[in-house]
């Protein structure tokens, strides 16, 4: 039942008031002070003479008057039928709610939230039956709604998209050191947040400033990372510290700085945990470079694991290198480099603990189902051991994810004195808070001096993705392929229906199947790139730059295992695909188990003996068998008998005496017979014939011999069957084996390239591979060889191979994740080889971690061009599935470690695996099973031929079963496809799965998915609910309001949150508006569509005045409102005209703008009687912006708590805004504040206090 009551409507001049007589009219008792009042004939509504309330005459006495009225020369009127009470009937109070009583009828005036009651007219007790409440409420008058109202508020709700992503970089607070060699930008989000004030004095300063080794950048890190070293965190351990600049920008020699601060302190070890074991090449490099030279660095892989300080190894100081495997190595003896570290170190130790790349430790809080990794717990166990240890996090992807940041325990963002007790409170919270939060993160971190985060420009590199479609060769294998794989279901399916008992197995072989599946498709679309990619890199070498190709897999493992089956020397390169084919059927197709052969003349009693001995798990062999085999009836029964046996055995007394199971005598045991096989105790004389002779060893009863020869004879045929259906199975098998050998597959792709570009000779490769297939000179045949010579030692290889690269010895390079972290092969300075590089991606990375990884190879300090970056892609559409992996960490990549999600690279459009992706899956998975009409048209369909649409449908429904998506289910006695509900919402699986089918129906698959895709992100921006990051804040005038107001301040680093408060103008004048478009129409831009508009539908007796002109894009129009200026949106021409009209003067216009502009700066567009009153701001021209700036997590819950209160939906979230003033350009970043929050904002915090001016 409602809570609130209605305002009573106020009273109309001409209502009657009634009079307490009783001469003639209807008699009614007042609903407010209870007298009986006499009501004029006709009269239905009046006000009480006494109590002045106004209301209505009750239903039963309301047909009397209408009568009444309609018939007013007819006489008198009839009598009512007489009613069950003496009372007269109360008057309608449109303040209570009006319900019948159960009992006598009459119409009751009942008092909202009321439940339990007593009828006045015939005193029984009653109770409101609230689900049946709502058929006595009448429906409120609806409401007039204003359309422009609610399209302005949505524009509000979506906000401006931020603007510059970056900002030229200079440390704020430091001056020391000469400039960095490159340009280096900072997100313009961290860009508005100001570190603490630097007051750590650096031990080496003169030092650095003779050498010039370090730029004031690089500087300012040692100040900060020193500085936040003297802090502890409230539980105890020493704070650590995060270097989370982009590649390239120098943090290797940022680390050799601080080794050397600390050397000078006195702090005389440290350890350096990096990605690769050659990387302590570079690290000591940058030792020298900063004057270091007198520090020892020792490879830990190198030494034996006694103690290091021993006598016997000797390292008492200096930079111990090792690698994150070698932090969770053991030798053979149990002892560990961890225990080996830890001992070196000492319990006190307060020396540095480096984790480069510390990207390397992700996965300590994995996602549901899957287990922490060894090195992210390793990284946590060295951590806890050493709490006064100075530990530097280092990496350009230090956090893909925010549950990668686990590992981050000296940050201090959760635990003792923060606003999460845990790291899972942490995380959930920033997984709510969605990408705004995650940028928050970030910002915080660099408030609190415990962050830097600075990238090399990618002005001058070039970003381009490069669509390489499927030559009519490739086109035409792949084709065959997906076929070919679709048969290979079909017979695994049915050579594992003949291994009923065997489903463990069967589960296995349906894993290896689809792993198999996707990796031979992965080569697949690789292999599809190669022409493009040979033919792009030749196009950079004629232009006199050089090419350096990405990929992740070399195809090792498969040319490994062909050499060793076919030899060394080979008549062509190994197509890596048939291999991964070959290997898959050799070892995973289902084969019935090889049956035993026949027995030869095997006496009956030995058979008997066999079967005696034999128990469940033991065959008659003698072997223990492995999985239940389907065996004859007569098979199961003898199986019974032994257990029986076996049973009575087990429970067989020691007493002398037994039971004839014939006559059922008790007989001495000795003087009856033991059936071997089934066990029974007979007399020799109760048997039929009687057994006369004396017994000597086993002896089986008659019965037990008749089914001894029964089983041997079905046990031959039985052989025989199994036999025929194993050979069957093996020719088939070996059938499908010549069908692989005979199909037409691509190369190696890593092969076919350096062939293609000139071989070893010419392309210098660091990879992870050992050895490759090289042509032979006369360019008949392959042969495999080593990569490394002689003099070179395969852990040397690769840094050689760079080495030939800088040189201009070899001027491609070929890198893949495995040989190349952490290697510098951009146009440097100091190399011979600056030619501008071509950096191609022939494959994504698995992760953007590693995607960024690999661009910053080429894009490093120091260099004479900036890189060419290519991304190719085929035209497949579940290609698309790598790239939507890579784009979803981008984007929170960039969100998390660099404060602004749009510092990743251009990849958005291909991040289907969100939200919205896993809703347009479902959707279509409805829409294809027939539950559901699909929301779009498919494509290539049209909606006036349904026909198209069905047979589309069908075609899809096809393509699912044979990917194993879609599976067939009995529904009410017909086959009819399903999902299975772990598959409705992973896109992940779909992306993959649908790479096996012919590239028209996936194409036409994976344009369906993004069609509905678009339209729930369009959808979605339109309501407002879509998470668009950092939001710019845009109007013609932005000033400061008042004094900001310190709301919380951080004891640790002084740090504070601060309430700013903004004053927005952000209306269009008129004369501006008209200048406006008389621009457009000087410069011969406008169409005929251009000028003022007002709006079709009326509200408040006024129309909304709007300027529309065509934009860029042919058919929209760019918007602008008196009110709040320029859209964001564009509208289509059908949608203009459908809801605006052109004004049919000037002057009319004119009027309406300024009109609509003037009453703007007073109230929002929904009128005076908005429910949210001064609160509301749709629409509003002069409206105040409340941005909480500074420190956001310490204040989290409080923030969070105060916007759930909001009754505006958009209010609810959390929305990150970026303000800048308009007369001073001063930028805050901070969580948006909605007006009606502010003062619940203020409440919950503990005290707050004006910002002083500093002097």
Same mark, same amino acid.
């Given at each position: 039942?409602?809570?609130?009551?209605?305002?009573?409507?106020?009273?109309?001049?001409?209502?009657?008031?009634?009079?307490?007589?009783?001469?003639?009219?209807? %008699?009614?008792? +007042? @609903?407010? =002070?209870?007298? !009986? $009042?006499?009501?004029?004939? &006709?009269?239905?509504? /009046?006000? *009480?003479?006494?109590?002045?309330?106004?209301?209505?005459?009750?239903?039963?006495?309301?047909?009397?008057?209408?009568?009444?009225?309609?018939?007013?020369?007819?006489?008198?009127?009839?009598?009512?039928?007489?009613?069950?009470?003496?009372?007269?009937?109360?008057?309608?109070?449109?303040?209570?709610? %009006?319900?019948? +009583? @159960?009992? =006598?009828?009459? !119409? $009751?005036?009942?008092?909202? &939230?009321?439940?339990? /009651?007593? *009828?006045?007219?015939?005193?029984?007790?009653?109770?409101?039956?609230?689900?049946?409440?709502?058929?006595?409420?009448?429906?409120?008058?609806?409401?007039?709604?204003?359309?422009?109202?609610?399209?302005?508020?949505?524009?509000?709700?979506?906000?401006?998209?931020?603007?510059?992503?970056?900002?030229?970089?200079?440390?704020?607070?430091?001056?020391?050191?000469?400039?960095?060699?490159?340009?280096?930008?900072?997100?313009?989000?961290?860009?508005?947040?100001?570190?603490?004030?630097?007051?750590?004095?650096?031990?080496?300063?003169?030092?650095?400033?003779?050498?010039?080794?370090?730029?004031?950048?690089?500087?300012?890190?040692?100040?900060?990372?020193?500085?936040?070293?003297?802090?502890?965190?409230?539980?105890?351990?020493?704070?650590?510290?995060?270097?989370?600049?982009?590649?390239?920008?120098?943090?290797?020699?940022?680390?050799?700085?601080?080794?050397?601060?600390?050397?000078?302190?006195?702090?005389?070890?440290?350890?350096?945990?990096?990605?690769?074991?050659?990387?302590?090449?570079?690290?000591?490099?940058?030792?020298?470079?900063?004057?270091?030279?007198?520090?020892?660095?020792?490879?830990?892989?190198?030494?034996?694991?006694?103690?290091?300080?021993?006598?016997?190894?000797?390292?008492?100081?200096?930079?111990?290198?090792?690698?994150?495997?070698?932090?969770?190595?053991?030798?053979?003896?149990?002892?560990?480099?961890?225990?080996?570290?830890?001992?070196?170190?000492?319990?006190?130790?307060?020396?540095?603990?480096?984790?480069?790349?510390?990207?390397?430790?992700?996965?300590?809080?994995?996602?549901?189902?899957?287990?922490?990794?060894?090195?992210?717990?390793?990284?946590?166990?060295?951590?806890?051991?050493?709490?006064?240890?100075?530990?530097?996090?280092?990496?350009?992807?230090?956090?893909?994810?925010?549950?990668?940041?686990?590992?981050?325990?000296?940050?201090?963002?959760?635990?003792?004195?923060?606003?999460?007790?845990?790291?899972?409170?942490?995380?959930?919270?920033?997984?709510?808070?969605?990408?705004?939060?995650?940028?928050?993160?970030?910002?915080?971190?660099?408030?609190?001096?415990?962050?830097?985060?600075?990238?090399?420009?990618?002005?001058?590199?070039?970003?381009?993705?490069?669509?390489?479609?499927?030559?009519?060769?490739?086109?035409?294998?792949?084709?065959?392929?997906?076929?070919?794989?679709?048969?290979?279901?079909?017979?695994?399916?049915?050579?594992?229906?003949?291994?009923?008992?065997?489903?463990?197995?069967?589960?296995?072989?349906?894993?290896?199947?689809?792993?198999?599946?996707?990796?031979?498709?992965?080569?697949?679309?690789?292999?599809?790139?190669?022409?493009?990619?040979?033919?792009?890199?030749?196009?950079?070498?004629?232009?006199?730059?050089?090419?350096?190709?990405?990929?992740?897999?070399?195809?090792?493992?498969?040319?490994?295992?062909?050499?060793?089956?076919?030899?060394?020397?080979?008549?062509?390169?190994?197509?890596?695909?048939?291999?991964?084919?070959?290997?898959?059927?050799?070892?995973?197709?289902?084969?019935?188990?090889?049956?035993?052969?026949?027995?030869?003349?095997?006496?009956?009693?030995?058979?008997?003996?066999?079967?005696?001995?034999?128990?469940?798990?033991?065959?008659?062999?003698?072997?223990?068998?492995?999985?239940?085999?389907?065996?004859?009836?007569?098979?199961?029964?003898?199986?019974?008998?032994?257990?029986?046996?076996?049973?009575?055995?087990?429970?067989?007394?020691?007493?002398?005496?037994?039971?004839?199971?014939?006559?059922?005598?008790?007989?001495?045991?000795?003087?009856?017979?033991?059936?071997?096989?089934?066990?029974?105790?007979?007399?020799?004389?109760?048997?039929?014939?009687?057994?006369?002779?004396?017994?000597?060893?086993?002896?089986?009863?008659?019965?037990?011999?008749?089914?001894?020869?029964?089983?041997?004879?079905?046990?031959?045929?039985?052989?025989?069957?199994?036999?025929?259906?194993?050979?069957?199975?093996?020719?088939?098998?070996?059938?499908?084996?010549?069908?692989?050998?005979?199909?037409?597959?691509?190369?190696?792709?890593?092969?076919?390239?350096?062939?293609?570009?000139?071989?070893?000779?010419?392309?210098?490769?660091?990879?992870?591979?050992?050895?490759?297939?090289?042509?032979?000179?006369?360019?008949?045949?392959?042969?495999?060889?080593?990569?490394?010579?002689?003099?070179?030692?395969?852990?040397?290889?690769?840094?050689?191979?760079?080495?030939?690269?800088?040189?201009?010895?070899?001027?491609?390079?070929?890198?893949?994740?495995?040989?190349?972290?952490?290697?510098?092969?951009?146009?440097?300075?100091?190399?011979?080889?600056?030619?501008?590089?071509?950096?191609?991606?022939?494959?994504?990375?698995?992760?953007?971690?590693?995607?960024?990884?690999?661009?910053?190879?080429?894009?490093?300090?120091?260099?004479?061009?900036?890189?060419?970056?290519?991304?190719?892609?085929?035209?497949?559409?579940?290609?698309?599935?790598?790239?939507?992996?890579?784009?979803?960490?981008?984007?929170?990549?960039?969100?998390?470690?660099?404060?602004?999600?749009?510092?990743?690279?251009?990849?958005?459009?291909?991040?289907?695996?969100?939200?919205?992706?896993?809703?347009?899956?479902?959707?279509?998975?409805?829409?294809?099973?027939?539950?559901?009409?699909?929301?779009?048209?498919?494509?290539?369909?049209?909606?006036?031929?349904?026909?198209?649409?069905?047979?589309?449908?069908?075609?899809?429904?096809?393509?699912?079963?044979?990917?194993?998506?879609?599976?067939?289910?009995?529904?009410?006695?017909?086959?009819?496809?399903?999902?299975?509900?772990?598959?409705?919402?992973?896109?992940?699986?779909?992306?993959?799965?649908?790479?096996?089918?012919?590239?028209?129906?996936?194409?036409?698959?994976?344009?369906?998915?993004?069609?509905?895709?678009?339209?729930?992100?369009?959808?979605?921006?339109?309501?407002?609910?879509?998470?668009?990051?950092?939001?710019?804040?845009?109007?013609?005038?932005?000033?400061?309001?008042?004094?900001?107001?310190?709301?919380?301040?951080?004891?640790?680093?002084?740090?504070?949150?601060?309430?700013?408060?903004?004053?927005?103008?952000?209306?269009?004048?008129?004369?501006?508006?008209?200048?406006?478009?008389?621009?457009?129409?000087?410069?011969?831009?406008?169409?005929?569509?251009?000028?003022?508009?007002?709006?079709?539908?009326?509200?408040?007796?006024?129309?909304?005045?709007?300027?529309?002109?065509?934009?860029?894009?042919?058919?929209?129009?760019?918007?602008?409102?008196?009110?709040?200026?320029?859209?964001?949106?564009?509208?289509?021409?059908?949608?203009?005209?459908?809801?605006?009209?052109?004004?049919?003067?000037?002057?009319?216009?004119?009027?309406?703008?300024?009109?609509?502009?003037?009453?703007?700066?007073?109230?929002?567009?929904?009128?005076?009687?908005?429910?949210?009153?001064?609160?509301?701001?749709?629409?509003?021209?002069?409206?105040?912006?409340?941005?909480?700036?500074?420190?956001?997590?310490?204040?989290?819950?409080?923030?969070?708590?105060?916007?759930?209160?909001?009754?505006?939906?958009?209010?609810?979230?959390?929305?990150?805004?970026?303000?800048?003033?308009?007369?001073?350009?001063?930028?805050?970043?901070?969580?948006?504040?909605?007006?009606?929050?502010?003062?619940?904002?203020?409440?919950?915090?503990?005290?707050?206090?004006?910002?002083?001016?500093?002097?």
């Amino acid at each position: 039942m409602a809570q609130q009551q209605q305002q009573p409507p106020s009273v109309p001049p001409q209502l009657p008031t009634a009079g307490t007589g009783a001469v003639g009219g209807v %008699q009614v008792r +007042c @609903a407010g =002070c209870h007298k !009986i $009042l006499t009501i004029a004939a &006709g009269v239905t509504e /009046f006000v *009480c003479g006494t109590c002045q309330l106004p209301q209505m005459l009750p239903p039963e006495l309301m047909t009397r008057a209408q009568a009444h009225n309609s018939q007013p020369n007819k006489g008198p009127l009839p009598q009512p039928p007489p009613r069950l009470q003496h009372v007269a009937a109360h008057g309608v109070d449109p303040t209570k709610i %009006q319900l019948p +009583c @159960a009992n =006598c009828k009459a !119409i $009751l005036n009942v008092p909202h &939230g009321l439940s339990r /009651f007593q *009828c006045p007219q015939c005193h029984v007790d009653l109770a409101v039956d609230v689900s049946k409440l709502k058929e006595f409420l009448l429906p409120p008058p609806p409401e007039e709604v204003n359309e422009v109202a609610i399209e302005v508020e949505r524009e509000e709700d979506e906000g401006g998209l931020a603007g510059e992503t970056f900002t030229d970089y200079r440390p704020p607070k430091l001056s020391i050191g000469p400039p960095h060699p490159d340009p280096v930008v900072e997100t313009s989000s961290l860009s508005a947040v100001q570190p603490p004030e630097p007051t750590y004095d650096l031990t080496i300063k003169d030092d650095l400033e003779n050498l010039k080794a370090l730029s004031c950048l690089q500087i300012e890190t040692l100040v900060y990372a020193c500085q936040r070293h003297l802090q502890h965190l409230p539980s105890g351990v020493r704070a650590g510290f995060f270097v989370g600049d982009g590649a390239g920008v120098g943090k290797g020699r940022t680390i050799a700085g601080l080794i050397w601060e600390n050397w000078h302190i006195g702090r005389r070890k440290a350890v350096w945990i990096s990605v690769g074991s050659d990387l302590k090449f570079d690290a000591r490099r940058d030792l020298d470079d900063v004057g270091a030279t007198c520090i020892e660095v020792h490879a830990l892989n190198k030494l034996p694991y006694s103690k290091l300080d021993s006598k016997s190894v000797g390292i008492k100081e200096g930079v111990i290198f090792l690698t994150y495997s070698s932090l969770i190595a053991s030798s053979e003896k149990g002892r560990s480099r961890m225990q080996q570290l830890v001992q070196w170190c000492g319990s006190g130790y307060d020396g540095l603990i480096i984790f480069d790349e510390c990207h390397k430790a992700k996965n300590l809080v994995p996602e549901a189902g899957s287990q922490p990794t060894r090195t992210g717990e390793a990284v946590l166990d060295i951590q806890a051991r050493l709490p006064e240890a100075r530990v530097i996090y280092c990496s350009a992807t230090g956090a893909s994810e925010p549950r990668n940041l686990g590992y981050m325990v000296r940050l201090g963002l959760w635990g003792a004195g923060t606003s999460f007790s845990e790291f899972r409170d942490f995380l959930g919270a920033l997984e709510k808070g969605g990408v705004g939060a995650l940028e928050l993160v970030a910002m915080d971190m660099k408030a609190r001096g415990m962050y830097v985060c600075r990238t090399l420009s990618y002005k001058g590199a070039e970003f381009e993705v490069v669509e390489a479609p499927l030559e009519d060769e490739m086109m035409d294998m792949y084709k065959k392929a997906a076929e070919f794989w679709t048969e290979l279901r079909v017979e695994i399916l049915t050579a594992t229906a003949f291994l009923a008992n065997e489903k463990p197995i069967s589960s296995q072989v349906w894993r290896l199947y689809w792993a198999s599946h996707q990796r031979f498709f992965r080569h697949m679309c690789m292999s599809a790139k190669v022409p493009a990619a040979v033919r792009l890199a030749k196009k950079a070498l004629m232009e006199d730059k050089c090419v350096v190709i990405g990929l992740q897999s070399t195809g090792e493992a498969r040319t490994e295992e062909a050499v060793t089956k076919y030899g060394l020397e080979l008549d062509d390169f190994i197509s890596g695909p048939r291999e991964l084919l070959l290997k898959f059927v050799e070892e995973n197709y289902p084969l019935p188990e090889k049956p035993d052969p026949v027995p030869g003349e095997e006496s009956v009693k030995e058979l008997q003996r066999k079967r005696h001995s034999a128990s469940p798990g033991v065959s008659m062999k003698g072997r223990v068998r492995k999985v239940a085999k389907v065996q004859p009836p007569s098979d199961n029964e003898s199986d019974e008998e032994s257990e029986t046996d076996s049973a009575a055995e087990s429970t067989e007394s020691d007493d002398e005496f037994q039971i004839c199971e014939i006559c059922n005598a008790e007989t001495e045991r000795k003087k009856l017979l033991h059936c071997s096989c089934c066990g029974q105790l007979v007399h020799a004389e109760c048997l039929i014939p009687p057994v006369i002779d004396e017994v000597s060893g086993d002896w089986a009863c008659h019965s037990c011999k008749e089914k001894t020869d029964e089983y041997l004879q079905q046990r031959e045929r039985y052989i025989a069957e199994l036999k025929k259906r194993y050979e069957a199975a093996v020719e088939r098998k070996s059938k499908i084996l010549g069908i692989i050998r005979s199909l037409d597959l691509p190369n190696n792709p890593l092969d076919d390239l350096i062939d293609q570009l000139g071989g070893p000779d010419k392309v210098a490769e660091m990879t992870g591979r050992r050895g490759m297939l090289v042509r032979a000179s006369n360019g008949k045949g392959v042969t495999y060889q080593a990569r490394n010579t002689k003099e070179i030692s395969m852990e040397m290889v690769n840094m050689h191979e760079k080495q030939l690269f800088m040189d201009g010895k070899k001027i491609v390079a070929i890198i893949s994740e495995a040989g190349s972290a952490g290697v510098s092969l951009q146009a440097d300075r100091r190399a011979a080889n600056q030619k501008r590089r071509v950096h191609l991606t022939l494959e994504l990375p698995w992760s953007a971690d590693r995607a960024i990884q690999q661009f910053g190879r080429t894009h490093r300090s120091n260099q004479a061009s900036a890189p060419e970056y290519r991304l190719l892609f085929t035209d497949l559409g579940g290609e698309r599935r790598f790239a939507s992996i890579v784009a979803k960490r981008l984007e929170s990549l960039g969100a998390l470690t660099q404060g602004d999600r749009r510092a990743g690279l251009s990849l958005s459009a291909y991040n289907y695996d969100s939200a919205y992706g896993k809703k347009a899956l479902i959707l279509m998975y409805r829409g294809i099973m027939e539950q559901e009409i699909l929301p779009v048209v498919p494509p290539g369909c049209s909606s006036e031929d349904p026909e198209t649409i069905q047979d589309f449908i069908v075609e899809a429904r096809a393509a699912l079963v044979f990917v194993g998506i879609m599976r067939d289910a009995k529904d009410s006695g017909k086959l009819s496809g399903r999902v299975a509900d772990s598959d409705m919402h992973d896109v992940g699986r779909f992306l993959n799965r649908i790479l096996g089918l012919p590239p028209k129906v996936q194409n036409r698959l994976f344009e369906l998915f993004v069609s509905i895709l678009d339209l729930l992100v369009h959808n979605a921006r339109i309501e407002g609910n879509l998470d668009s990051g950092i939001v710019d804040m845009k109007a013609n005038i932005i000033e400061l309001q008042g004094t900001p107001k310190t709301v919380y301040v951080d004891q640790m680093s002084g740090a504070s949150t601060v309430l700013f408060t903004f004053t927005l103008d952000r209306g269009i004048t008129w004369e501006s508006a008209s200048t406006m478009l008389e621009g457009k129409q000087e410069e011969g831009l406008s169409s005929a569509n251009d000028g003022f508009y007002e709006s079709r539908r009326e509200w408040m007796g006024r129309r909304h005045t709007i300027l529309a002109f065509e934009s860029s894009t042919s058919g929209l129009y760019k918007i602008v409102r008196p009110a709040v200026g320029e859209s964001m949106r564009e509208m289509p021409l059908a949608e203009l005209k459908g809801k605006y009209r052109k004004t049919s003067s000037l002057e009319k216009a004119r009027s309406g703008w300024k009109d609509e502009y003037e009453v703007s700066s007073k109230q929002c567009m929904h009128g005076p009687k908005c429910k949210l009153g001064n609160f509301c701001t749709v629409g509003r021209r002069l409206q105040e912006v409340n941005v909480l700036g500074g420190l956001i997590l310490p204040v989290w819950g409080t923030i969070e708590k105060a916007l759930s209160k909001q009754s505006r939906q958009s209010h609810k979230r959390l929305r990150v805004v970026r303000i800048e003033t308009t007369t001073d350009n001063q930028r805050i970043v901070g969580l948006f504040v909605p007006n009606a929050a502010v003062e619940s904002v203020l409440q919950d915090f503990a005290w707050v206090q004006e910002i002083e001016d500093s002097p």
